[in-house]
């Protein structure tokens, strides 16, 4: 597992960043020496800020040159890679301008990491998780005998029921963020004996896991995505015999919709209802439907009714939520009916104006994904 990044590889790096953004670039090891550059007469110096955020591994900007040693206004962001601390990358500027070409560096530089790791070995640990994975969740029923031979190596009991976990994590939060996230993951799959785990860059984390772990576990991986809610989002598939993983992969990733909207980010297909249903409707379908029954409507109109119905119906507290007179609320109502030809408040118009409305919601989530 790669951990480390070649001074060579670094200032590759560097190099290209600066010809994009023209600032200086740093790279700065665990003890704030900065091995890369693109001042040549800082490699080699040491950095305080860039020791600093590698001890806390956090995202640090400085606002004014030379008030720490060696540091210029910028800056410094930690890479982590599985969890272990890579390297920092410091760049010169002021924070506001130069804020967005850190995070380029970073994410090249990780993307790079993984690329040496996948080209090192195709028989490392962590690739033959990957492939066993990659084969269990694909559509093609042919089993190949690597996948076999695997799950002996694994120990893997091929008797007992699977499920299939898809985490997504939120990218365009800050990268220290990001970084933080990833090695919680991994330690809470280590918590729970889940040993067949990968990551996909740049934003998700599969896994294969007993349905027993998952049933015993439970509030665990809710409490998880609680405490996490603004980082991820998890879905769980059904649980399936292991030969039939592709079937809970599906199933997940119908879940991982669903807790996109959810708060706490979790949601697990056995407790799905609608939202079975909707999935199993064309893009095609939706679309028509969305058409004939939102059409005129303003995202105002729908906000409306998403916060109407997500209140039961309830004219007061639909009020209390929207900070409006019951009579303006009321008003707005009967002029959706005007508009669309469906009463919110007539039973049968509602339930079609509900599933749109469900519907669309879930459309711009799995737009998304």
Known sequence: MITTVSKALAQQIVNTVHDICGQDINFINKKGIIFASTNEDRIGTFHEIGKKAADTQSTIEVTQDDNYIGTNCGVNIPITHNGLFVAVIGISGNPENVRSYAL??????RLLIREQEQSGSAHTLSEKKRYLLNCLTSDNLDIPEFVFSSLKDFQINERTAKRIIIICIHTNEASAAVSSIEAKIIHLFERLNITIYCDYYPDKFIALADD????ENKSV???FCSMNQNL???GIGCAEDIFNMRLSFHTAKTALINAAAKNPSFSLFDD???EIILSSISPESRKEYLSKVLSGLSVEDISLLHIYYEE???LSKTCSRLFLHKNTLQYKLNRIHRICGLNPRNFKDAVILYLAVHMQEKEFISNDL
């Open 104 to 109: 380029l560096a970073e994410r090249i530089t």
């Open 212 to 215: 027993n772990i998952i049933k």
């Open 221 to 223: 991986l809710y409490d």
């Open 232 to 234: 991820l989002h998890m």
């Open 272 to 274: 799905l209802t609608l």
């Open 312 to 314: 039961g119906q309830s």
